[in-house]
T-cell receptor, first 117, second 116 residues
Framework: GAGVSQSPSNKVTEKGKDVELRCDPI?????LYWYRQSLGQGLEFLIY????????KSGLPSDRFSAERTGGSVSTLTIQRTQQEDSAVYLC???????????????FGSGTQLSVL | AQSVTQLDSQVPVFEEAPVELRCNYS??????LFWYVQYPNQGLQLLLK??????LVKGINGFEAEFNKSQTSFHLRKPSVHISDTAEYFC??????????????FGSGTRLSIRP
C-alpha cells in the first residue's frame, strides 16, 4: 500500500481479554516501531524492529505485551489479559532504515484506539 | 540513555503572534533531532530535522528550529502563527545513529492552540 496500515482502527475489549493489533508497514521499510499515545503521556516507545536484528523490547511495559514481525514485513502487537490502563492509541511507524541519513524519516499509521472496559 | 523533554504541555497564542516550543535532549553522544506534528484527527508527520551542517533548519509551513549543542536544545519557532498551525508538536531524538542500539525517542508533546 501507499502508507502504513493499522488494523483495527478501533478495538473495544473487556478487562482480562487478549487483543492483537496489526501493522502493515510501507513495502521495503526495514525499520518498524510501535508507540503508545495516551493523554498527557506523549508518545511512549514500546518496541523496535530493524531488519533481521533482534528487536529492542526495552519499552514494553510488562510481560503481558509482546510483538513479532513476520518475514520482515507485517507486525503484530499482542496484549494479554488487558487492563484498563492499557487503554490508549497504539501507533505503528516504519522507515527505510535507521542507518542511513535521509532514510530515517518515520511514516506513521493512523493508529488503533484500544478501549478496555 | 537518551531522553527528550518538552517543557510546555500546552502553549496558547494569538493568531499572527510568534511562538517558540521548547525541546531539550539528553545524550552522551552525537544526536539527530526531529520535530513531528500531529494535526487534529490526522497522523504524525515530519516537520523538520537536524542531522548535520547548519544549526538552523527550516521545515514545512514556515517553521524553523535551531540546534544548540551547548544548551542541548532544539527549540521550534515560527514568527507568525496561523489558525491552521493548531496541532500537537513532538520533539524526537536519535543518538548514536549508526549503532544497532539506536532508536527514535519522542518527547511528551506540546499542544499549540491558536486564538483568533
Amino acid at each position: 500500500g501507499a502508507g502504513v496500515s493499522q488494523s483495527p482502527s478501533n478495538k473495544v475489549t473487556e478487562k482480562g481479554k487478549d487483543v492483537e493489533l496489526r501493522c502493515d508497514p510501507i513495502s521495503g521499510h526495514t525499520a518498524l516501531y510501535w508507540y503508545r499515545q495516551s493523554l498527557g503521556q506523549g508518545l511512549e516507545f514500546l518496541i523496535y524492529f530493524q531488519g533481521n536484528s533482534a528487536p529492542d523490547k526495552s519499552g514494553l511495559p510488562s510481560d503481558r505485551f509482546s510483538a513479532e514481525r513476520t518475514g520482515g514485513s507485517v507486525s503484530t502487537l499482542t496484549i494479554q489479559r488487558t487492563q484498563q490502563e492499557d487503554s490508549a492509541v497504539y501507533l505503528c511507524a516504519s522507515s527505510l532504515s535507521l542507518y542511513r541519513a535521509g532514510q530515517e524519516k518515520l511514516f506513521f499509521g493512523s493508529g488503533t484506539q484500544l478501549s478496555v472496559l | 540513555a537518551q531522553s527528550v523533554t518538552q517543557l510546555d504541555s500546552q502553549v496558547p497564542v494569538f493568531e499572527e503572534a510568534p511562538v517558540e516550543l521548547r525541546c531539550n535532549y539528553s545524550s552522551s553522544v552525537s544526536v539527530y533531532l526531529f520535530w513531528y506534528v500531529q494535526y487534529p484527527n490526522q497522523g504524525l508527520q515530519l516537520l523538520l530535522k537536524y542531522l548535520s551542517g547548519s544549526t538552523l533548519v527550516k521545515g514545512i509551513n514556515g517553521f524553523e528550529a535551531e540546534f544548540n549543542k551547548s544548551q542541548t536544545s532544539f527549540h521550534l519557532r515560527k514568527p507568525s502563527v496561523h489558525i491552521s498551525d493548531t496541532a500537537e508538536y513532538f520533539c524526537a531524538v536519535i543518538s548514536n545513529f549508526y549503532s544497532s542500539a539506536s532508536k527514535i525517542i519522542f518527547g511528551s508533546g506540546t499542544r499549540l492552540s491558536i486564538r483568533p
